[in-house]
């Protein structure tokens, strides 16, 4: 089974900016796309940002384009999500996810595999 480790997460200020990591173990298929899911405090489960193994397609959701960027290094088995011009909107527990489907979106119901989630709180 694959295993989905998250980390970066942390406290900034409004302005601020993180880069999270997912590392992606027992993933060896060059098929999978991975994602960037949020849930902040009462909140559903959102998507927001993925990659497919291959590189594309990438999508991002509306609320974070031209803040965040998604990036891959399949050497190390690890996506990255630099968050840049961070509010407090932002403010959730993200979860990095894999799925076996190539074009899946971020339909969080197309992931079969998810970490265990790295806080991110956005305040002054």
């Known amino acids: 089974a694959v295993q989905l480790v998250e980390s970066g997460g942390g406290s900034v200020q409004p302005g601020g900016s993180l880069r999270l990591s997912c590392t992606a173990s027992?993933?060896?298929?060059?098929?999978?796309?991975l994602a960037w899911f949020r849930q902040g405090r009462g909140k559903e489960r959102e998507g927001v940002a993925g990659?497919?193994?291959?590189?594309?397609?990438?999508y991002y959701a509306d609320s974070v384009k031209g803040r965040f960027t998604v990036s891959q290094d399949n050497s190390k088995g690890t996506i990255y999500l630099q968050m840049n011009n961070l509010g407090p909107e932002d403010t959730a527990m993200y979860y990095c996810?894999?799925?076996?489907?190539w074009g899946v979106g971020l339909n969080p119901r197309g992931y079969t595999y998810w970490g265990q989630g790295t806080q991110v709180t956005v305040s002054s």
């Open positions: 996810a894999s799925s076996p489907l």
């Open positions: 027992g993933y060896s298929d060059s098929s999978d796309s």
């Open positions: 990659i497919h193994a291959g590189g594309h397609p990438i």
